[in-house]
């Protein structure tokens, strides 16, 4: 079955220190990843997404990410994260092309920065 | 982008009652989805709710139990029916805009339920 899985389900940062977050898939064929955050009280919104090209992406406030089609996988990275930072962090994937809404997400990491 | 507000924030239910969520978009929109979180797990497709149509349930969702309406091209509605403590999750109403063809999904704030 298709599957989404994060190794990390909470993870605790000083602020400056550097991020990496990990997400595999289980697809065989062409997929679409997606790495979304919610701060706490927020709601659910996209930190950024790869359908195709460049495998390096980089999203909304400094955050990047890497696809490796041979690990089946889609880190999410940051070089320095801020206390603002603290949130959840899902990674999910598509092997739908288009708008079909139907994405498979991972577990989800808790991402705690101490000020 | 999309602003999807969601009624009930928050609720608690008894056991073998109904209740049903609704979902608001500031704009008009193909395809309405609804998503479930349970504690401590990740989000699950539950329907597809297109406008002028049956929705589309996912495996091991059935209509029965998830009812969904869809009157109009901006609003739409779940119903969880004789629920279970088992039914205690977070409901998500999501979209796709027509203007972002690249299959992001925008969330509503979620409708947390718990059932006694």
């Known amino acids: 079955a298709q599957s989404v899985s994060q190794h990390n389900h909470h993870v605790i940062l000083s602020e400056a220190a550097s991020l990496e977050l990990g997400c595999n898939y289980s697809?065989?064929?062409?997929?679409?990843l997606f790495w979304y955050v919610q701060y706490p009280g927020q709601h659910l919104q996209l930190l950024l997404k790869?359908?195709?090209?460049?495998?390096l992406v980089k999203g909304i406030k400094g955050f990047e990410a890497e696809f490796i089609k041979s690990k089946f996988s889609f880190n999410l990275r940051k070089p320095s994260v801020q206390w603002s930072d603290t949130a959840e962090y899902f990674c999910a994937a598509s092997h739908f092309s288009g708008n079909t809404g139907k994405l498979i997400f991972g577990q989800g990491t808790t991402l705690q920065v101490k000020p | 982008s999309a602003v999807i507000s969601q009624k009930p924030s928050r609720d608690i239910c008894q056991r073998g009652t109904s209740l049903t969520i609704q979902c608001q978009v500031d704009?008009?929109?193909?395809?309405m989805f609804w998503y479930r979180q349970q504690p401590g797990q990740s989000l699950t497709l539950i329907a597809t709710a297109n406008q002028g149509s049956e929705a589309t349930y996912e495996s091991g969702f059935v209509i029965d139990k998830f009812p969904i309406s869809r009157p109009n091209l901006t609003f739409s509605t779940l119903t969880v029916s004789n629920m279970s403590p088992e039914d205690s999750s977070i409901y998500l109403c999501?979209?796709?805009?027509?203007?972002?063809?690249?299959?992001?999904?925008?969330f509503g704030e979620g409708s947390r339920l718990t059932v006694l």
């Open positions: 790869y359908f195709s090209g460049d495998p």
């Open positions: 999501s979209v796709v805009t027509g203007a972002s063809n690249t299959g992001e999904l925008f």
């Open positions: 697809y065989g064929g062409t997929v679409n």
């Open positions: 704009s008009q929109v193909t395809m």
